[in-house]
């Protein structure tokens, strides 16, 4: 593995908080940075055969159920620092919401105003998370990505009000 890719990179500052299966790097990921960056379990699943295969992981104890856990090497805190240290590149933004609404003209208004009204009631509770995780942050850079996800869901939702009936 040359360079790491940011689902990779994501795993790996996971597992520096100490070894996790597949599952529960799932479930971190999607609390510690769903609101910005999501990671599909297909994606993690994915990703840490070839991580290990790389050296940048080993395989942790075995879990119940056949969950596997892993653990960062010292390879793969390197790999991580070193990705840290690169230029981001562009934003992929990925919003199946927006791709609905583009295409909704497909649809009858009925069936516009129900994607439009579950759309509005989804990002109302994302935002209330997002306002809990904004409260609870110490760190400065965790509050700034956590108050990026605040405005993100208030501008989805002022989006969401501003469509015609």
């Known amino acids: 593995m040359t360079e790491l890719n940011a689902t990779s990179a994501a795993l790996l500052g996971l597992l520096h908080e100490g070894p996790k299966t597949?599952?529960?790097l799932v479930a971190a990921a999607t609390e510690r940075f769903g609101g910005f960056f999501s990671v599909t379990r297909s994606q993690v699943y994915r990703e840490l055969p070839a991580l290990t295969d790389a050296g940048l992981l080993r395989l942790g104890k075995q879990g119940p159920r056949s969950s596997q856990q892993y653990a960062i090497t010292a390879a793969g805190k390197r790999a991580f620092k070193s990705w840290l240290n690169t230029e981001p590149g562009?934003?992929?933004?990925?919003s199946p919401l927006i791709l609905r609404?583009?295409?909704?003209?497909?649809l009858t208004p009925k069936q516009r105003a129900s994607l439009?009204?579950?759309?509005?009631?989804?990002?109302a509770v994302k935002?209330?998370?997002?306002?809990?995780?904004a409260k609870a942050s110490a760190d400065p850079y965790e509050k700034a990505a956590a108050d990026f996800t605040v405005a993100y869901n208030r501008a989805v939702i002022k989006m969401l009000d501003a469509l015609p009936e």
């Open 127 to 133: 935002l209330d998370e997002a306002k809990n995780a």
């Open 22 to 24: 597949g599952g529960q």
């Open 90 to 94: 562009p934003d992929n933004v990925r």
């Open 101 to 106: 609404l583009v295409y909704s003209g497909s």
């Open 116 to 123: 439009v009204d579950s759309a509005r009631a989804q990002y």
